[in-house]
């Protein structure tokens, strides 16, 4: 069971998926952290990114003056984290040079 970050909601998400997200956000994280970024991720291990809106993403990686905020999805929690999908888009929005993707698996 997955708590939701921000309003602590009990949010199902199989074992499967769990790990299938986690290895995702590993996965990416070493994949970005090669090409050059700085990498935060909500991972153990790793530099935990900070909350965005009241959230905190799954990753968030800054490199020069842009910044990529990641949120990484299984079926079972996209319909979930509409609220927190939304909250990012509205940062990307707002602040120059940060973009906002979603990695559906």
Same mark, same amino acid.
């Given at each position: 069971?997955? $708590?939701?970050?921000?309003?602590?909601?009990?949010?199902?998400?199989?074992?499967?998926?769990?790990?299938?997200?986690? &290895?995702?956000?590993?996965?990416?994280?070493?994949?970005?952290?090669?090409?050059?970024?700085?990498?935060?991720?909500?991972?153990? &291990?790793?530099?935990?990114? +900070?909350?965005?809106? &009241?959230?905190?993403? @799954?990753? $968030?990686?800054?490199?020069?003056?842009?910044?990529?905020?990641? +949120?990484?999805?299984?079926? @079972?929690?996209?319909?979930?984290?509409?609220?927190?999908?939304?909250?990012?888009?509205?940062?990307?929005?707002?602040?120059?040079?940060?973009?906002?993707?979603?990695?559906?698996?």
């Amino acid at each position: 069971m997955l $708590l939701d970050k921000r309003e602590r909601v009990a949010v199902k998400r199989t074992f499967a998926n769990q790990a299938r997200h986690d &290895g995702k956000i590993l996965e990416l994280a070493k994949r970005y952290l090669s090409m050059g970024y700085r990498v935060f991720a909500d991972l153990r &291990g790793w530099d935990i990114p +900070e909350a965005i809106n &009241g959230f905190r993403p @799954d990753i $968030l990686l800054i490199k020069e003056n842009t910044g990529v905020i990641i +949120e990484v999805e299984t079926s @079972d929690s996209l319909g979930h984290d509409r609220l927190q999908l939304e909250a990012f888009r509205r940062f990307a929005r707002i602040v120059r040079n940060v973009k906002f993707k979603v990695v559906l698996i």
